[in-house]
Nanobody
Framework: QVQLVESGGGLVQAGGSLRLSCAASGRTFSTYAMGWYRQAPGKERELVAVMPSGGRTNYADSVRGRFTISRDNAKNTLYLQMNSLKPEDTAVYYC??????????????WGQGTQVTVSS
């Protein structure tokens, strides 16, 4: 089975930077996309950035130009570089992988989440 483990969250002042990492273990027959989502208290989980396999990277309008998603295939690790952080970026950030395995078919896999808190 696929497991995703996030790291890199923490407390930072507005204007600061953080880099989140997501280490993936296990194997998928096909990986369709990997991305980052976030959920703030009292709000629904929302897309932050996604890298479709062979497709164009997409960002939420609220983070475009400030956040950068990247992937190191050799390390099976997904990253999210977050610059110019704002208090409204405060949320739990989740790593996501959408992939196909022979056992489970196509499905979403989620990490446990990492807290990002931006102080004003």
């Amino acid at each position: 089975q696929v497991q995703l483990v996030e790291s890199g969250g923490g407390l930072v002042q507005a204007g600061g930077s953080l880099r989140l990492s997501c280490a993936a273990s296990g194997r998928t027959f096909s990986t369709y996309a990997m991305g980052w989502y976030r959920q703030a208290p009292g709000k629904e989980r929302e897309l932050v950035a996604v890298m479709p396999s062979g497709g164009r990277t997409n960002y939420a309008d609220s983070v475009r130009g400030r956040f950068t998603i990247s992937r190191d295939n050799a390390k099976n690790t997904l990253y999210l570089q977050m610059n110019s952080l704002k208090p409204e970026d405060t949320a739990v950030y989740y790593c996501n992988l959408n992939g196909y395995t022979l056992i489970s078919g196509r499905r979403d896999y989620w990490g446990q989440g990492t807290q990002v808190t931006v102080s004003s």
